[in-house]
């Protein structure tokens, strides 16, 4: 099997893992000197952002469990050598205030661990008018949780009491995408990032290749475009909003290819510019209009605060033995003439970043590995 996952990236790539055995780890790439690691000890930490309370907050998939549900949905059972998983709820949401000081804002969230040690649980975080949002990927039955799905949920920030908004793993089995992977698949997806744009959160589904609107009030799930239609199994990992379009930004699958991942612009198909030859044209509010290559392993992207130009996480994109490794995760700066500049190096399984105070960049290290191993790494990048 050749995918990508994030969700067995601890992330989806087709049945190779991308979680980093502590026994076998290779010597490392040290970081760049513009990079300094500010907070250790994490649960395979993911998504992060900045609370109104200046305070940053982390999403950890945590440490799986030992449930199994294949009594339960056999059908549903992720398939070898990745599956099948064993979950908890071990998946948290951590904050971080500015001495560094770690506390669990809430915690219970589903988490999972497959048969190849990868995590999936909480995957992000995101504040929308006030209110923490946390995106789950450890839930399903396929993923040994069969009461607490896949989704989006609601955080009460004084008490750590949450709730569902989005039932992702309900959407999924009912709308399933033109073209699944069959050798790839995760009935209850895995779920990696989400923004927030009117009212709603916008959720990337790496597994299936989708992106997904859940309004914020009713919880209504709605597909805003099928990846799989027009670029088949690329595995999509990170999105941004900007000036009405989505920036996407795709894994792809292993052995690592160099050069073969981009960032996707995803918009409203301008009227009358189609391409006039029947069946091409794939049905959906959004298509994707435009492209950027020259990236691998693509995990994270950033617009920087005071040059808006655009950074691009990369797992491990250079590694000799076209595998994850250790110090070989780095950030790369798109120019305005388009032309790319590595600005952080040295990383090790990224998973996701955020512009901070400061024009600080804020990273989730060792976030593909296991638990306890993950940290925050924060640059000077601008």
């Known amino acids: 099997m050749l995918s990508t996952p994030i969700k067995r990236i601890l992330l989806p790539v087709v049945g190779m893992a991308i979680?980093?055995?502590?026994?076998?780890?290779?010597?490392?790439?040290?970081?760049?000197p513009n990079a300094v690691v500010v907070a250790t000890g994490l649960q395979a930490p993911r998504g992060l952002r900045f609370g109104p309370d200046g305070d940053l907050y982390?999403?950890?998939?945590?440490?799986?469990?030992?449930?199994?549900?294949?009594?339960?949905?056999?059908?549903?059972?992720?398939?070898?050598?990745?599956?099948p998983y064993t979950g908890g709820t071990t998946g948290r949401i951590s904050k971080f205030d500015k001495g560094w000081n770690r506390t669990t804002v809430a915690s219970g969230f589903a988490s999972t661990m497959d048969a190849m040690g990868d995590l999936l649980g909480a995957?992000?975080?995101?504040?929308?008018?006030?209110?923490l949002y946390a995106l789950i990927a450890g839930g399903g039955c396929s993923h040994g949780n069969a009461?607490?799905?896949?989704?989006?949920?609601?955080?009460?920030?004084?008490?750590?009491?949450?709730?569902?908004?989005?039932?992702?793993?309900?959407?999924?089995?009912?709308?399933?995408?033109?073209?699944?992977?069959?050798?790839?698949f995760e009935p209850d997806g895995t779920a990696y990032s989400m923004t927030s744009v009117n009212n709603a959160l916008h959720v990337v589904e790496p597994n299936s290749g989708e992106l997904l609107r859940i309004d914020q009030s009713s919880g209504l799930i709605s597909r805003e475009i099928d990846f799989s239609a027009s670029q088949g199994h690329i595995v999509p990992t990170s999105v941004l909003y900007k000036?009405?379009?989505?920036?996407?930004?795709?894994?792809?699958?292993?052995?690592?290819?160099?050069?073969?991942?981009?960032?996707?612009?995803?918009?409203?198909?301008?009227?009358?510019?189609?391409?006039?030859?029947?069946g091409l044209s794939v049905a959906g509010p959004y298509y994707v209009v435009a492209a950027k290559a020259g990236f691998a392993t693509v995990v994270?992207?950033?617009?920087?605060?005071?040059?808006?130009?655009?950074?691009?996480?990369?797992?491990?994109?250079?590694?000799?033995?076209?595998?994850?490794?250790?110090?070989f995760g780095k950030v790369t700066?798109?120019?305005?003439?388009?032309?790319?500049?590595?600005?952080?190096?040295?990383?090790?399984?990224?998973?996701?970043?955020?512009?901070?105070?400061?024009?600080?960049?804020?990273?989730?290290?060792?976030?593909?590995?296991?638990?306890?191993?993950?940290?925050?790494?924060?640059?000077?990048?601008?």
């Open 19 to 32: 979680s980093i055995a502590p026994q076998a780890l290779p010597a490392q790439q040290p970081l760049s």
């Open 58 to 83: 982390v999403a950890e998939a945590g440490t799986g469990g030992t449930n199994s549900t294949a009594d339960i949905c056999p059908a549903d059972q992720v398939i070898a050598p990745v599956g």
């Open 123 to 131: 995957q992000d975080v995101q504040f929308m008018n006030g209110t």
């Open 147 to 184: 009461t607490l799905p896949n989704g989006v949920v609601q955080v009460n920030t004084s008490n750590g009491t949450w709730g569902y908004v989005g039932d992702i793993s309900a959407f999924m089995h009912a709308n399933p995408v033109q073209y699944p992977n069959v050798g790839d």
């Open 243 to 278: 000036n009405g379009s989505y920036l996407i930004g795709n894994l792809n699958l292993f052995p690592i290819e160099p050069h073969t991942s981009q960032v996707l612009t995803v918009s409203n198909f301008p009227a009358g510019t189609g391409t006039g030859v029947p």
């Open 300 to 327: 994270g992207l950033a617009i920087g605060p005071t040059n808006g130009q655009l950074y691009v996480l990369q797992l491990a994109p250079d590694t000799p033995s076209q595998f994850p490794q250790p110090g």
């Open 333 to 382: 700066r798109i120019n305005t003439d388009g032309s790319l500049t590595d600005v952080v190096t040295g990383l090790s399984v990224p998973t996701a970043m955020v512009f901070g105070p400061g024009g600080k960049l804020y990273i989730s290290n060792w976030g593909a590995a296991p638990a306890g191993m993950g940290q925050i790494v924060v640059a000077t990048v601008q």
